[in-house]
């Protein structure tokens, strides 16, 4: 059988596994994502389930799930996209919404992050019932939620809601303390009044969608009974790094008992996140009868590498292993792991007097291994996220080697010169007095004041304490500046006003974007200047869009500069800072990361950085504040298993490398001009209980002073990493934007330059919220009721950019209609839809193409393919419509890829607002006429043809038209 050639004795007796609960112990580089991938594959190969649909796969990471699709695809081609893989909270995302009236959620209810969660309840401090904890909460908010926050999630992850908590606290009032019971009275009264905050907002947090999902399923039982009977067998990757409502979830969706869970205890490194240390374990408890298959045949590292990594992970007490060996646990487990690669060399360790010294040595023997053939890309230097890695890229960049710094460390966003810039404006606008502010703004590439006038204005500031901008003003009024400085002056005046006047009635985004593009031209200038730093401000200034303002039109109350300006402050001040400069995937450049961000990474070549006794292992942070440790059932020490799991931790840097292996430690890493460290750091114990003491590197000899005053003059530039060829993918609107205008593509792809919400797509995005959510409910055997339908569609209405109050009024009554209208059709026309927003990927040379279908409906006579649109279509031109649409195109061909099927019939339903219906069948030329459109845009975005392609049909709806040097005037 094909699916299981090349496999491992153990390998396939995980893979073939029939019925009933399984763990797959796989240590490192044994191939667990294969063995994941083959039971996929094998699971539907040989019938277990009757449709690929029926399999259930929980990933760690969205990026993890592609990997296993494209893994699965490989050996039953598209049969493996129907199957559920996803995150759990992608799952659980999709299990609330098709389920949102038992749920007691909005159909449309949104997900707030991290950050987000912070600035919700900021917004809303003093409704919390606040007492010993208020006098805290009111002088230092933001330092007081982090934590409370912090307390919440870890709540979730330990599936406790706050009812279970109350519980707890009214059955153990009596043994507690006054200072504890009132401080655990007043954290469960917090957690309680910010959980019926968020659902009278119609919003959860990640943790929510968790817990929100076991509470429904432990409520509903037959309802629990209906996706036991959907996904009959189910499976879960990286078990190790689940949390207790994940557990919970997971045990109670394989209520069946066919459950495959894959995972290693020794990569167990989450703890600091509230994730135990002793998951597999407890699978096991839950499943006594389960199968255990152990993974040993590694297929990353050379033998003396595991050798010494296995001597280290050993120390630690409480693996499974370590159970096993002293009959804790009935199963019988041995993790002695063999190289498929044989010896090799064994790791080296190097000692230095500084971490310059540490940095060079890196650099220089990055060298030797890149001169002996050794790609960039195949090595790493991986440091504790504690400390900084700027040494490291400094010497990297001396020795004219590329690098990449993965998350992108102190490469912040609003690090970024143009995104300080932004917020310069942004300040000015919501204080006239904020003279720093406008100080920045008018020396800035946007206006360049003169500096000697500038500089002369600020002065006078000071010496009278006056505002600048008063000073500036009266300048202007009395001709006191030179004609250049004048009419920049003026005009920085000017758009400051008029700036302000939108600001009084329009979102920070519409203001920013007029700024921007309006009055100033900065977008356009950076878009037409070909250079590597205009590049790179376009793309933060789009990041500055989508992840800044975005993150805050969803979560505030008043959309309005000040309120924005108060809220990146927030946000800063709790220390969030997006990152940038992520490298493009295939660039040859040697990979910088902390040890955390290199789990699931290998590498020929891996350098261990920091190894002393200060960061590895690092002090155990404890939290403000604390669950009852009768709630969380820990079994360990706390110290004993923050000690195992940096050990785990530093195991996991090991075997990251496949060929060779550094272990590097210095007696000192302060920075030049730093207080020295007044005793030499010690060498991390991981270090010694990994090498032994006879294999520690000497200490290397001190660099002369007079090259340290050298180096510390140098400002070296970083080397730009080359880009190797390889597969890439598209979707429809990429291949019609290449299509239209290759220069447009380049605007929204590439440069990603910000436009404004055109009132039609606001209208079009709000329509299809609400058609989602009812087909949702209809695909669950539920009716949705008008009313909801409506105040789905009201909820995702956003009032942006509209011509007027009238504007926008008569585009919201027509929405209104057309969801009448709609609602009226197919309440009568009474199909089930059996997809519903489904993800379709196919890939053929080299090209991934990817897409959502709005609707799929399965008749008897074949597939139905269905899109919605805002747009006004007539009766007699419908038909040609579809027959014309590249979309619906490009779909039936993603259809026929996926399925081994073409659909029988595509259909348009315009909402003009009365419903209107064009088809067309799918015929091997408009298949066809899809494949050459993939591919010619394909091979034009590969040789990066972005030449324009300026015509009327192109231009006159362009957001971009202008900032555009070649648009035709319309």
């Known amino acids: 059988m094909e699916i299981l050639e090349g496999l491992t004795p153990e390998q396939r007796e995980a893979v073939t596994h029939g019925a009933g609960p399984l763990l797959v112990l796989a240590g490192v580089g044994t191939g667990k994502t294969t063995v994941i991938a083959r039971r996929i594959a094998y699971l539907i190969a040989q019938g277990f389930v009757k449709r690929p649909s029926q399999l259930l796969v929980f990933t760690f990471s969205n990026q993890a799930a592609e990997e296993m699709l494209d893994r699965a695809f490989e050996w039953i081609r598209y049969a493996a996209l129907d199957a559920w893989v996803a995150t759990y909270h992608s799952v659980c995302e999709r299990i609330l919404r098709e389920n949102a009236p038992l749920a007691g959620l909005p159909p449309d209810f949104k997900i707030l992050d991290e950050w987000s969660q912070r600035v919700f309840l900021l917004d809303h401090l003093t409704e919390l019932p606040l007492h010993k904890l208020r006098p805290q909460a009111l002088r230092r908010p933001l330092s007081f939620l982090t934590p409370v926050l912090a307390f919440i999630s870890r709540a979730k992850d330990e599936a406790i809601p706050p009812e279970e908590y109350r519980r707890w606290w009214e059955t153990h009032d009596g043994s507690l303390t006054p200072d504890e019971r009132e401080l655990h009275r007043e954290l469960c009264a917090i957690y309680e009044a910010y959980q019926e905050l968020l659902l009278r907002e119609g919003m959860v947090d990640f943790g929510d969608l968790i817990l929100r999902t076991v509470d429904l399923f432990q409520r509903h039982p037959g309802l629990l009974s209906e996706y036991h009977e959907r996904f009959p067998y189910v499976l879960a990757d990286e078990f190790q790094d689940t949390s207790r409502a994940e557990l919970r979830l997971v045990t109670l969706l394989a209520g069946h008992g066919n459950v495959t869970v894959v995972g290693d205890d020794d990569q167990a490194i989450y703890g600091f996140r509230g994730v135990p240390w002793d998951n597999l374990l407890a699978f096991l408890r839950a499943f006594p009868q389960s199968k255990v298959v152990v993974l040993t045949q590694n297929f990353r590292s050379t033998q003396k590498i595991l050798d010494c990594a296995m001597r280290l992970i050993r120390q630690n007490a409480y693996r499974l292993e370590a159970l096993s060996i002293r009959g804790e646990i009935p199963q019988a487990i041995t993790k002695e792991l063999h190289s498929a690669f044989g010896e090799g060399s064994p790791p080296l360790h190097r000692h230095f007097p500084t971490v310059s010294e540490e940095a060079e040595y890196v650099a220089q023997k990055i060298k030797e291994l890149h001169s002996q053939g050794v790609p960039y890309r195949e090595i790493a230097v991986l440091y504790r996220n ?159 869009f989508e992840e800044v303002i975005r993150r805050f039109e969803e979560v505030a109350r008043y959309d309005r500069v000040p309120w924005f300006v108060r809220y990146v402050e927030e946000l800063r001040e709790l220390g969030w800072n997006p990152m940038v400069g992520e490298a493009e995937p295939g660039v040859d450049a040697v990979q910088v990361m902390t040890f955390h961000q290199a789990k699931g990474r290998e590498f020929e070549a891996v350098f261990l950085t920091g190894l002393v006794e200060d960061f590895f292992p690092g002090r155990r942070q404890r939290p403000t504040f604390s669950l009852p440790q009768d709630l969380v059932l820990e079994d360990l020490p706390p110290d004993v298993a923050h000690l195992e799991e940096q050990r785990r931790l530093f195991y996991v840097g090991m075997t990251r490398a496949k060929r060779y292996l550094f272990l590097l430690s210095s007696d000192d890493y302060r920075l030049p001009g730093e207080e020295p460290r007044r005793r030499p750091a010690k060498i991390s114990r991981f270090v010694v209980e990994a090498l032994g003491e006879e294999a520690l590197g000497p200490r290397a000899p001190e660099t002369p002073p007079l090259f340290r005053i050298t180096r510390a003059a140098k400002a070296p530039e970083p080397v730009l990493p080359e880009k190797s060829p390889g597969s890439f993918q598209l979707s429809f609107r990429q291949v019609d934007d290449w299509l239209t205008c290759p220069l447009k593509y380049k605007y929204v792809h590439v440069l990603r330059v910000p ?17 989602q959510a009812y087909h949702l409910a209809k695909r669950q055997g539920r009716s949705l009721p008008l009313s909801e339908v409506i105040a789905v569609f009201d909820r995702a209405w956003r009032s ?30 009474g199909s089930r839809p059996t997809f519903v927003e489904q993800y379709f990927a196919f890939e053929e040379n080299g090209v991934k193409v990817i897409g959502y279908w709005d609707r ?115």
């Not at 950076?526 to 590049?535: D, K, N, T, V, Y």
């Not at 009238?806 to 197919?826: C, I, M, P, S, V």
């Open 386 to 544: 504690r400390y900084r890695p700027e040494p490291y890229l400094r010497a990297l960049s001396e020795a004219g080697i590329p690098w990449v710094l993965v998350g992108g460390y102190r490469a912040g966003l609003f690090d970024q010169e143009e995104i300080k810039l932004i917020l310069s404006f942004l300040r000015a606008l919501a204080d006239p007095r904020d003279d720093q502010s406008l100080y920045h703004l008018l020396g800035s590439p946007i206006y360049r004041l003169n500096g000697e006038e500038l500089a002369e204005l600020t002065a006078l500031s000071q010496r009278t304490h006056r505002p600048l901008r008063a000073l500036l003003a009266e300048a202007v009024e009395k001709g006191e500046l030179s004609a250049e400085g004048l009419a920049t002056a003026k005009r920085a005046l000017e758009d400051l006003q008029a700036c302000e006047e939108l600001a009084r009635s329009s979102p920070t985004g519409q203001v920013l974007y007029h700024f921007l593009v309006e009055r100033t031209g900065y977008l356009s200038r950076l878009a037409q200047e070909i250079s590597p730093r205009s590049r790179r401000a376009l793309e933060h200034i789009a990041a500055f």
């Open 755 to 771: 436009i404004r919400l055109h009132p039609t797509v606001i209208l079009g995005n709000a329509v299809h919220q609400a058609i």
């Open 800 to 829: 942006e950019g509209f011509l007027s109050a009238a504007h926008e009024e008569e585009l919201h009554r027509y929405g209104e209609e057309a969801l009448q209208n709609f609602y009226a059709f197919e309440e009568a026309e």
């Open 856 to 970: 799929v409906d399965r008749r008897r006579d074949g597939a139905l393919i269905i899109d919605y649109k805002t747009s006004e279509a007539k009766v007699e031109s419908a038909d040609r419509r579809v027959q014309e649409s590249l979309q619906m195109a490009i779909y039936a061909l993603a259809f026929e890829r996926t399925f081994g099927e073409r659909p029988k019939e595509l259909q348009l339903r315009f909402l003009t607002p009365e419903v209107v219906v064009g088809r067309a069948e799918p015929s091997d030329r408009l298949l066809k006429g899809a494949w050459e459109a993939i591919m010619e845009a394909a091979e034009g975005i590969r040789r990066e043809d972005f030449a324009p392609k300026p015509s009327y049909s192109a231009c006159r709806p362009c957001a971009y038209r202008t900032i555009c040097p070649a648009a035709l005037p319309v």
